[in-house]
């Protein structure tokens, strides 16, 4: 049974944090969901790489009038693929790590674990600021456009 694969039981024992049984069938379940999402995730990048590619080929060989080169638009594809990755890794890595430590009942393998977790939540949270600094930044100055217009 999945909750029998315990590091230790109890809480908190001379300065040392122990997974009880309820913890590690949860931290079991959440690295299953977590390879799902990774997958999928590896999944979703390779088909992002793919319409880079093809997108890029497509717009370098339209005549159509774009204000850039036709291979920058499957270059953005491929950067934006790239930036994916770095958080679907650090998910997989979380996920596979937390399988093995509770398998193998390893307390340096669950850090490790944890520090790949950290990693992914802190590579999204940084994303997350860049992405609403930008919209503040397209926000002002759409309302700036909008005000010097009138």
Known sequence: MENENIIDSGSFNNGQLTVSPLASGY????????KFLAIIGFCVIGLI?????????????????LPFPGFVMGLLYVLIGLLYFFPVYYLFKFSSKVRSALMTKNTQELDAAFENLKSHYKFIGILMIITLSIYVLFGGGALLAGAFMM
């Open 27 to 34: 931290l079991s379940e959440t690295a299953k969901w977590g």
């Open 49 to 65: 790489v793919l319409m880079g590619l093809f997108a890029g080929t497509l717009f370098s060989s339209m005549d159509a009038a």
